[in-house]
């Protein structure tokens, strides 16, 4: 194992750590996510068509705000604790500190796709845990990790980090979502994927490049 990547492993396998032992944000994510799927199912009463046009937007729409929750303490942690210091001063390449950074969040990303796939087929009576859907949740829960990991640096030192955050992240995620929610109705549809996949891919790629190359300049500020 390289240098750079075991230094990625031991920021993940500290924050895996972390939240296995706080479970705060597992736990905060998941009782979101399962309070949208019921409010939706029974608030809307939609009938089956109309439930299989609007259940990737929902869907999307519930990941989205679950995920700025986990994105919200990424950094905040660590600002709070004063150890987000003790890695600016590391004797590391900066960007391996992101990348470990955006991996934990894309894992725990995944556990909240994990929960909200089976509760909305269940109550919207939508199959989103077919396989076609996982592609396009994959690269979008990377995009949303990639470009919200950066956000959540920015963010940290601010008073009003848990208001600036989503000020500042949704706007750049919208393509994102939007194109994974298009891929994902596409899916259901029966409809070919292969462009929208490709447009997430770009996405990711611009995302990721973008954030390893700033990220140096959010750590001094």
């Known amino acids: ?7 990625v ?29 019921i409010i939706f199912a029974f608030a ?8 299989r046009a609007v259940a990737p937007g929902l869907l999307w729409a519930t990941l989205a705000f679950a995920g700025i929750l986990g994105l919200g303490r990424s950094f905040a942690q660590e600002s709070d604790h004063g150890t987000l210091d003790g890695l600016r001063l ?3 390449d900066p960007s391996a500190l992101y990348v470990g950074k955006m991996c934990g969040n894309f894992l725990l990303m995944l556990l909240t796709l ?31 990790a990639a470009a919200g990991t950066l956000f959540s640096a920015l963010s940290a030192a601010a008073r009003t980090r848990d208001v600036l955050l989503p000020i500042l992240f949704l706007p750049l995620a919208i393509p ?3 194109t994974a929610t298009g891929a994902t109705r596409f899916t259901l549809s029966s409809v070919s994927t292969a ?3 490709g447009v997430l891919l ?9 954030a390893v190359l700033l990220f140096i300049y959010t750590l001094e500020e």
């Open 90 to 92: 590391a004797p590391v």
């Open 202 to 210: 770009a996405c990711d790629a611009l995302y990721v490049t973008a």
């Open 44 to 51: 809307l009463d939609l009938a089956p068509a109309t439930a």
């Open 1 to 7: 194992m390289t240098e750079y990547a075991r230094i």
């Open 195 to 197: 462009n929208a996949l």
């Open 176 to 178: 994102v979502i939007l």
């Open 114 to 144: 994990a929960v909200a796939l089976p509760a909305f087929t269940i109550l919207l009576g939508v199959d989103l845990l077919s396989p076609g859907v996982f592609p396009a949740a994959l690269l979008g829960l990377l995009g949303f």
């Open 9 to 37: 492993a031991t920021i993940v396998l500290k924050d895996v750590r972390l939240e296995a032992r706080t479970r705060q944000t597992l736990i905060a994510s998941t009782i979101f996510t399962l309070l949208v799927a």
